[in-house]
C-alpha cells in the first residue's frame, strides 16, 4: 500500500513538472524575462532560477529550504538573492507581457459581447515581525481595525468571469514619513526600475492606480469596466478614472461624499430617502442618475440587503446600464478577493521568503502572481472544453458567465465578512442570518417554478 502511494505522489509530481513545462514554453517565459531586462547572472540562466522558485509552494519548500540549503540546484543562493533584489530588474514589464499575453488567449475562447472587466483592491501585506525591511510601515488593517507592520498591496487584475489575471501590483508604503518604520536605503539611479518602485510606494494611491489602469490599457489590455471597492469611491478619482474606462463601484454613506439630486447636494442616506422604491420582494429598490463633486454624472443603483432593512448601493460611470446588469458586473469583483486568500494561504505570498531588500519583495511577489496565473491557466483548461482545440472550439458552448443570483450571492458573503470583522455579532447570528435568508431564497425559487409549472401546463393545452 505504501510502494503504491509512492509510486502514485511520484506520478503526480512528473505531471505537475509537464505542466509547469508547458506553460513556461506556450508563454515563452524565458525570452520574456529577456525581454525585460533580466538576463543571465553568475553563470545560470534566470529562468532556471525562476523555475525553481516557482516550484517552491508545490514542492512544499519554502526559500531557505528549498533554494539556501538545497545542495541538489543548479546555482548557489546568491545567484537567486540576486535574481530577486535587483533593482535593474523590470519586473512589472514581465508581469505586463505575460499577462497580456494570458488574457488575449482568454479572449479567443470567449464572444466578443462577453463583458471583461479589470478590479482594482488593496490588501495588507503583513510583515509584523520585522522592524528594518525597507520601507517597512504601520499600516492600517481595516478588517482588524487596528495598525500592524507591513505594506499595502495594491493589485490590478482582469477577469472574464471564468478566470482571473493578475495585471499589475504596487506594494506601497505610508505617505506619511511618521508611519514608516525604515527608509530607502540603497544608492539608486533614479532612471532604475528600483528607485521608480520607491517612489511609488510612497505616492498616493489615486495617483498609484491611475497610472496602473492606463498602463494596462496601452498594453492592449480589453476591458469593458473598471470595478472597485467603496474605499475608491471619491468623485475625484471616479472622475479621473472614467476618462480612461467606465467605473463601477460600491458606494458608502460618507459626510464627505455628496450627489447633486434635483439641484440639492445629499449624501448617500439621504438620496435613498428621497427615491421611490419598488415594491415587493425586488432585488433593486430603486437607482437614480445623479452628479457628483466635479459634475460627474453618475447612475446609483440601491439593492436589497436580505438579512436586514439596509441596503448596498452600487455607482456606474456607464449611465446606459441596466440595473440588473450593474449588479451582475460587480459581481465579477468576488474573483480579486479569492485571489488574494490563494496568493497569501498557499501560494506563500507573505511567509516564503524573509527578505528585508524592497526589490527582493517586488520580484518574489511578481513570482507568486505568476504561480496563480499558472493555476488560472491550468484550472481553465480543465473547465473549458474550448481550450481542447479548433474542433472543440467550434462545436462547444463558453463557458458561461456570473449570472445575476451568483453576483447577489457574492455580495451577501461580501457584507456577511463585513459583519463578522465588526465582531459584534455572534456566529450563532450570523448563521441564524443566513438561514434566514436561504429560506426565503427557497421560497422564492420554489414560488416561481411553480408559476412555470402552470403555465407551461397552460401553454401545452
Same mark, same amino acid.
Given at each position: 500500500?505504501?510502494?503504491?502511494?509512492?509510486?502514485?505522489?511520484?506520478?503526480?509530481?512528473?505531471?505537475?513538472?509537464?505542466?509547469?513545462?508547458?506553460?513556461?514554453?506556450?508563454?515563452?517565459?524565458?525570452?520574456?524575462?529577456?525581454?525585460?531586462?533580466?538576463?543571465?547572472? &553568475?553563470?545560470?540562466?534566470?529562468?532556471?532560477?525562476?523555475?525553481?522558485?516557482?516550484?517552491?509552494?508545490?514542492?512544499?519548500?519554502?526559500?531557505?529550504?528549498?533554494?539556501?540549503?538545497?545542495?541538489?540546484?543548479?546555482?548557489?543562493?546568491?545567484?537567486?538573492?540576486?535574481?530577486?533584489?535587483?533593482?535593474?530588474?523590470?519586473?512589472?514589464?514581465?508581469?505586463?507581457?505575460?499577462?497580456?499575453?494570458?488574457?488575449?488567449?482568454?479572449?479567443?475562447?470567449?464572444?466578443?459581447?462577453?463583458?471583461?472587466?479589470?478590479?482594482?483592491?488593496?490588501?495588507?501585506?503583513?510583515?509584523?515581525?520585522?522592524?528594518?525591511?525597507?520601507?517597512?510601515?504601520?499600516?492600517?488593517?481595516?478588517?482588524?481595525?487596528?495598525?500592524?507592520?507591513?505594506?499595502?498591496?495594491?493589485?490590478?487584475?482582469?477577469?472574464?468571469?471564468?478566470?482571473?489575471?493578475?495585471?499589475?501590483?504596487?506594494?506601497?508604503?505610508?505617505?506619511?514619513?511618521?508611519?514608516?518604520?525604515?527608509?530607502?536605503?540603497?544608492?539608486?539611479?533614479?532612471?532604475?526600475?528600483?528607485?521608480?518602485?520607491? &517612489?511609488?510606494?510612497?505616492?498616493?494611491?489615486?495617483?498609484?492606480?491611475?497610472?496602473?489602469?492606463?498602463?494596462?490599457?496601452?498594453?492592449?489590455?480589453?476591458?469593458?469596466?473598471?470595478?472597485?471597492?467603496?474605499?475608491?469611491?471619491?468623485?475625484?478619482?471616479?472622475?479621473?478614472?472614467?476618462?480612461?474606462?467606465?467605473?463601477?463601484?460600491?458606494?458608502?454613506?460618507?459626510?464627505?461624499?455628496?450627489?447633486?439630486?434635483?439641484?440639492?447636494?445629499?449624501?448617500?442616506?439621504?438620496?435613498?430617502?428621497?427615491?421611490?422604491?419598488?415594491?415587493?420582494?425586488?432585488?433593486?429598490?430603486?437607482?437614480?442618475?445623479?452628479?457628483?463633486?466635479?459634475?460627474?454624472?453618475?447612475?446609483?443603483?440601491?439593492?436589497?440587503?436580505?438579512?436586514?432593512?439596509?441596503?448596498?448601493?452600487?455607482?456606474?460611470?456607464?449611465?446606459?446600464?441596466?440595473?440588473?446588469?450593474?449588479?451582475?458586473?460587480?459581481?465579477?469583483?468576488?474573483?480579486?478577493?479569492?485571489?488574494?486568500?490563494?496568493?497569501?494561504?498557499?501560494?506563500?505570498?507573505?511567509?516564503?521568503?524573509?527578505?528585508?531588500?524592497?526589490?527582493?519583495?517586488?520580484?518574489?511577489?511578481?513570482?507568486?502572481?505568476?504561480?496563480?496565473?499558472?493555476?488560472?491557466?491550468?484550472?481553465?483548461?480543465?473547465?473549458?472544453?474550448?481550450?481542447?482545440?479548433?474542433?472543440?472550439?467550434?462545436?462547444?458552448?463558453?463557458?458561461?458567465?456570473?449570472?445575476?443570483?451568483?453576483?447577489?450571492?457574492?455580495?451577501?458573503?461580501?457584507?456577511?465578512?463585513?459583519?463578522?470583522?465588526?465582531?459584534?455579532?455572534?456566529?450563532?447570528?450570523?448563521?441564524?442570518?443566513?438561514?434566514?435568508?436561504?429560506?426565503?431564497?427557497?421560497?422564492?425559487?420554489?414560488?416561481?417554478?411553480?408559476?412555470?409549472?402552470?403555465?407551461?401546463?397552460?401553454?401545452?393545452?
Amino acid at each position: 500500500m505504501e510502494t503504491t502511494s509512492y509510486f502514485e505522489a511520484q506520478q503526480e509530481a512528473k505531471q505537475l513538472q509537464s505542466r509547469i513545462a508547458s506553460f513556461f514554453d506556450t508563454f515563452t517565459i524565458g525570452t520574456l524575462l529577456n525581454t525585460s531586462g533580466i538576463r543571465k547572472l &553568475k553563470g545560470t540562466t534566470p529562468l532556471v532560477i525562476f523555475q525553481a522558485i516557482f516550484m517552491l509552494p508545490f514542492q512544499g519548500a519554502n526559500f531557505y529550504r528549498g533554494i539556501v540549503l538545497n545542495d541538489n540546484v543548479a546555482f548557489g543562493k546568491d545567484a537567486a538573492y540576486e535574481l530577486l533584489a535587483s533593482p535593474k530588474y523590470n519586473w512589472r514589464a514581465f508581469m505586463l507581457k505575460l499577462s497580456a499575453l494570458v488574457c488575449r488567449y482568454y479572449d479567443a475562447l470567449t464572444n466578443d459581447d462577453r463583458v471583461k472587466v479589470l478590479i482594482a483592491d488593496d490588501s495588507v501585506y503583513d510583515r509584523g515581525r520585522s522592524k528594518k525591511v525597507e520601507l517597512l510601515a504601520r499600516i492600517f488593517d481595516h478588517n482588524s481595525r487596528r495598525y500592524l507592520n507591513g505594506f499595502k498591496l495594491l493589485q490590478l487584475g482582469w477577469s472574464d468571469g471564468a478566470s482571473f489575471v493578475p495585471l499589475d501590483f504596487a506594494l506601497r508604503s505610508s505617505v506619511a514619513k511618521k508611519n514608516r518604520l525604515q527608509e530607502s536605503t540603497k544608492e539608486l539611479d533614479k532612471r532604475c526600475c528600483g528607485s521608480k518602485r520607491r &517612489k511609488e510606494a510612497t505616492t498616493k494611491t489615486p495617483a498609484v492606480l491611475e497610472e496602473m489602469v492606463k498602463r494596462v490599457l496601452a498594453r492592449g489590455v480589453r476591458a469593458d469596466y473598471l470595478l472597485l471597492d467603496s474605499w475608491f469611491c471619491f468623485s475625484g478619482l471616479i472622475a479621473r478614472l472614467s476618462k480612461d474606462i467606465p467605473v463601477i463601484c460600491m458606494a458608502k454613506d460618507l459626510k464627505s461624499v455628496l450627489y447633486c439630486h434635483k439641484n440639492v447636494h445629499v449624501r448617500l442616506s439621504e438620496l435613498y430617502k428621497r427615491l421611490r422604491k419598488k415594491p415587493g420582494l425586488a432585488k433593486v429598490l430603486a437607482s437614480t442618475v445623479v452628479e457628483m463633486k466635479g459634475g460627474t454624472a453618475v447612475k446609483v443603483v440601491f439593492v436589497r440587503h436580505r438579512n436586514t432593512r439596509k441596503w448596498l448601493a452600487l455607482l456606474s460611470t456607464d449611465l446606459e446600464l441596466a440595473d440588473e446588469e450593474i449588479v451582475r458586473i460587480y459581481g465579477k469583483r468576488w474573483d480579486i478577493e479569492v485571489f488574494f486568500k490563494m496568493a497569501k494561504q498557499h501560494l506563500n505570498l507573505e511567509r516564503e521568503v524573509q527578505l528585508r531588500d524592497y526589490d527582493g519583495l517586488i520580484g518574489h511577489t511578481t513570482i507568486v502572481m505568476t504561480r496563480y496565473i499558472f493555476l488560472a491557466f491550468e484550472q481553465r483548461h480543465y473547465d473549458d472544453p474550448r481550450t481542447l482545440g479548433s474542433l472543440f472550439h467550434a462545436c462547444c458552448d463558453e463557458v458561461a458567465d456570473i449570472s445575476l443570483l451568483e453576483s447577489m450571492k457574492r455580495l451577501l458573503a461580501l457584507v456577511l465578512d463585513a459583519i463578522r470583522s465588526t465582531g459584534e455579532f455572534s456566529e450563532q447570528i450570523i448563521s441564524s442570518m443566513i438561514d434566514v435568508i436561504m429560506g426565503t431564497a427557497v421560497d422564492i425559487l420554489n414560488s416561481h417554478q411553480a408559476c412555470t409549472s402552470v403555465l407551461n401546463g397552460k401553454t401545452v393545452k
